[in-house]
């Protein structure tokens, strides 16, 4: 039997979940992720007026957030893969009767628009799912304007020694059981703590950052290095 790449099984696992997805995250987050998610909102400082990209969006949470902060003046743009996860954020759109949000089907790897388009680039949740982090985050630095932020949030490596293992265990053995039992989801589950055991710690994924030609690096840790921003500032390029 042919081997699945990476790509088609992350594809798969939220093809899959797109359901639950909402639920499951407050549930294996300890409802955590929301205050990461607004802590990162406000260190963003997003104008009105202001174009932003969210990729890997998923069911949209992240980008309403970017629609509400940029107003009627601005756009809020969320991309993502899966049809089942977007459609999910679509219902919340028409729900909230938002105008100034839009989501669109695309793949990270090659973001499908001109460079210099947006004020931010935001991908959550998403960078450990791609095939190659660097060349998603290239991207994400080529579609911001010069100025513009590049910022990811991520699951990351707790550097604390006396947590370390306790998350390990976590990852490993609880949260596929949560996917099991509240989701009926174990396979789909386990696949979180393969890609957030393989990912980058912040040290390595600001040096990924810088790699991809950004500046000015902010890294921010979450409950004891769980997760981690990474914000980065695209440089002007001088006259010559
Ligand atoms: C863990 S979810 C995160 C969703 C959302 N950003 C959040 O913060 O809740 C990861 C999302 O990345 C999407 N994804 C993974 N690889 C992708 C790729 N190469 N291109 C576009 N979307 C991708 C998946 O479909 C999924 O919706």
Redesign the pocket.
């Known amino acids: 039997m042919q081997q699945q790449t990476k ?1 088609e099984r ?2 798969h696992v ?1 093809e899959n979940i797109y359901n639950r ?1 909402d639920k499951m ?1 407050s549930i294996i987050s300890f409802q955590q992720h929301r205050l990461w998610r607004k802590d990162v909102m406000k260190r963003m400082d997003v104008s009105s007026g202001d174009h932003t990209l ?6 949209g ?2 980008t309403i957030a970017q629609a509400e902060a940029v107003g009627t003046d601005g756009k809020a743009v969320g ?4 049809i089942n ?1 977007l459609s999910v954020a679509v219902k919340k759109k028409m729900a909230m009767q938002l105008k100034q949000v839009e989501f669109e089907h ?4 090659h973001l499908p628009y001109e460079n210099d388009q947006f004020d931010y680039a935001t ?4 960078l450990r ?3 190659d982090y660097l060349q998603v985050l290239k991207e994400m630095q080529r579609v911001v304007k010069p100025g513009g932020k590049v910022v990811c ?1 991520e699951t990351s490596q707790p550097t604390n020694q006396f947590f370390k293992p306790i998350y390990y265990f976590y990852f490993k053995n609880i949260m596929p059981f949560f996917g099991r039992i509240f989701a009926r989801s174990y396979k789909e589950y386990s696949w979180l703590h393969e890609s957030a055991k393989d990912f980058p710690g912040k040290e390595q994924l600001a040096c990924l950052f810088k790699e991809a030609g950004l500046t000015n690096i902010q890294v921010k840790s979450y409950s004891g290095g769980a997760a981690a921003m990474h914000m980065g500032e695209k440089q002007y390029v001088e006259d010559e």
């Open positions: 790509e992350v594809h939220f997805y995250n969210d990729i890997c969006c998923g069911t949470d992240w991309l993502d893969f899966s996860m695309g793949n990270a790897m991908i959550g949740f998403g799912n791609v095939p949030l």
